[in-house]
């Protein structure tokens, strides 16, 4: 075997290996039934990051404007409950956070349908620790979306 060869499938991860050896893996979304493209398809991580800074930022400025007006520090201490009181309203209400709703996306359960209010708070709580949202599947779905059933869909 040539080294270039080993050395190139190292770099390109286990997916690219798994590839060349014939494995399918289909598209991200296909194992729950999601549509490839459009609306009801998995969200792009991008559009993700994007809604997440949005909910960041709206709820640091609340957290500064309504709570610690003399510390943007212990701004940043508050945003921390506003974002997890606005995660919780906003996704037991209307399944999505103002980010979402401007990212055009909106969280739902693995069958399709609201997630339940048991799921959101779940959810949100994970999210608030921060690591089960960057551990993913191959749907790009984090720990927090797979302990509450749910998933992040285009809207």
């Keep these: 075997m040539d080294n270039r060869e080993v050395v190139g499938s190292w770099l390109s991860g286990p997916r690219a290996a798994a590839e ?6 289909g598209y991200r979304g296909e194992r729950l039934g999601l549509p490839e493209e459009g609306p009801g398809s998995i969200a792009p991580v ?9 909910d960041w930022l709206l709820c640091v400025l609340i957290a500064y404007g309504l709570i610690a007006h003399r510390s943007l520090y212990g701004a940043n201490n508050w945003a921390l409950v506003v974002f997890g009181v ?7 209400l209307v399944g999505s ?17 609201r997630l339940r209010p048991l799921g959101v708070i779940i959810r949100t709580v994970l999210l608030l620790i921060v690591i089960p949202a960057v551990v993913w599947d191959r749907d790009t779905r984090g720990l927090h ?10 809207a």
């Design 97 to 113: 956070t103002p980010g979402k709703v401007v990212t055009r996306l909106r969280v739902v359960s693995v069958d399709g349908g």
């Design 20 to 25: 060349q050896m014939g494995v399918e893996f």
């Design 86 to 92: 606005l995660s919780v309203i906003g996704l037991t």
């Design 46 to 54: 991008g559009r993700r990051i994007v809604a997440l800074l949005i």
């Design 145 to 154: 979306d797979k302990a509450a059933r749910a998933v992040q869909v285009r």
